[in-house]
């Protein structure tokens, strides 16, 4: 039951230049988070979007939703070697108490 | 520290053979998720568990059982029914099903 949809499936850019990661979904949502997985390592989380927000930043983080096209991007600027990772978002329903669901994530590699 | 922590970092199975993960949390967490990821892939979720006692399947749930006798542990077993278990397990929790989950570093299973 694949809620979020990353697009593109890979990324790969130069150090300094921005990256720009979108997740689509199909049905309402309380909130949207996004995570980060370093190569063999567990996800970690970035910034939570909430349904009633457009824009939210964090650091060189900058995360939007629009809620009519359910849909979110995540914009990170700059980047560094050490941004190097998988990022995914993840969705929960609006109604019901269950658990968020993972997209299958945009694989960043940027170049030094 | 407060963290969630998973052991082995990798375990060899052989056929025939059901084998445990732990997973224990000190986060004072009510829930916790287990996830199975396949190289390049998303996280697909096997067994969740809102509060002791109680756990809930998945969306690839065959082949597996968890159990929830204390908070802070949701073990894991892979059993032999698991035709196709080599691939990375993820456990996670969280204080509620929507809120921001917290990772543990992840089990590599492998079959001889």
């Known amino acids: 039951s694949q809620q979020g949809e990353e697009d593109p499936q890979a990324l790969s850019i130069q150090e300094g230049e921005n990256a720009t990661m979108n997740c689509s979904y199909k049905?309402?949502?309380?909130?949207l988070q996004w995570y980060r997985q370093n190569s063999g390592r567990g996800l970690v989380h970035l910034i939570l979007?909430?349904?009633?927000?457009r824009e939210k930043h964090s650091g060189r983080l900058r995360v939007t939703l629009d809620t009519s096209k359910k849909s979110s991007s995540l914009l990170i600027t700059a980047s560094r070697a050490a941004d190097t990772a998988s990022y995914f978002c993840?969705?929960?329903?609006?109604?019901?108490?269950?658990?968020?669901?993972f997209g299958k994530g945009t694989r960043l590699s940027v170049i030094a | 520290d407060g963290g969630i922590t998973q052991s082995p970092k990798y375990l060899f199975r052989k056929e025939g053979q059901n084998v445990t993960l732990s997973c224990e949390q000190n986060?004072?967490?009510?829930?916790m998720y287990w996830y199975r990821q396949d190289p390049g892939q998303g996280l697909r979720l096997i067994y969740y568990?809102?509060?002791?006692?109680?756990?809930q399947k998945g969306d690839i749930a065959e082949g597996y059982s968890v159990s929830r006798e204390k908070k802070e542990s949701f073990p894991l077993t892979v059993t032999s029914a698991q035709k196709n278990p080599t691939a990375f397990y993820l456990c996670?929790?969280?204080?509620?099903?929507?809120?921001?989950?917290?990772f543990g570093p992840g089990t590599r299973l492998l079959v001889l």
């Open positions: 979007i909430r349904s009633n927000e």
């Open positions: 996670a929790s969280n204080r509620a099903a929507r809120e921001t989950q917290y």
């Open positions: 568990s809102q509060i002791v006692n109680d756990f």
């Open positions: 986060l004072n967490h009510d829930a």
């Open positions: 993840a969705t929960d329903h609006l109604a019901g108490n269950t658990p968020l669901v």
């Open positions: 049905t309402s949502i309380n909130n």
